[in-house]
């Protein structure tokens, strides 16, 4: 083995909560959603539609403290609260892109694999009951 995999472990250890955190559907619905500037919490919920407030305000919580949102309350009376991304965030705007596009673009073709993956296990499956 080579010495540049000797530390794969250490990396994918220290990679996994980055990964998992731009990997979480909410998480990059936020992103996309806050792309265009600062949004209020009542405002992001309905644009996304269906999260529930609690998993919003979980996500939030959650991207504010990776650095890649910010929270701003502005002292009214009730207090007003947006969202917007960090410039960590907004450099994740580009592959999230990319990775939406080949969603777009793939999106038939896996759910024909799917298709023909249940229609061949489901058999298999039942030959052995």
Same mark, same amino acid.
């Given at each position: 083995?080579d010495? *540049?995999?000797?530390?794969v ?8 909560p980055?990964l ?8 990059v619905l936020?992103v996309? %959603? ?9 405002a ?5 539609? =269906?999260?529930?407030?609690?998993m919003? %305000?979980?996500?939030?919580r959650?991207l504010?403290?990776?650095?890649? =949102? %910010?929270?701003?309350?502005y002292?009214t009376?009730?207090?007003?609260v947006?969202?917007s991304? %960090?410039?960590? *965030?907004?450099?994740?705007?580009e592959?999230?892109g990319?990775l939406?596009r080949? &969603?777009?673009e793939? !999106?038939?073709?896996?759910? !024909? ?9 489901v058999?298999e499956?039942? !030959? &052995?009951e």
């Amino acid at each position: 083995m080579d010495a *540049g995999h000797m530390d794969v472990s250490g990396r994918c250890q220290r990679v996994a909560p980055v990964l998992a955190r731009i990997g979480d559907k909410w998480a990059v619905l936020v992103v996309e %959603t806050l792309a265009d500037g600062p949004v209020r919490f009542n405002a992001l919920k309905r644009e996304i539609g =269906v999260i529930s407030q609690r998993m919003l %305000t979980f996500t939030l919580r959650g991207l504010e403290r990776d650095g890649l =949102v %910010t929270r701003t309350v502005y002292p009214t009376v009730p207090p007003r609260v947006e969202y917007s991304l %960090t410039p960590l *965030g907004q450099s994740l705007l580009e592959p999230i892109g990319h990775l939406a596009r080949w &969603a777009h673009e793939h !999106a038939e073709e896996m759910a !024909a694999a799917r298709l023909a993956f249940d229609a061949e296990t489901v058999p298999e499956a039942e !030959a &052995a009951e």
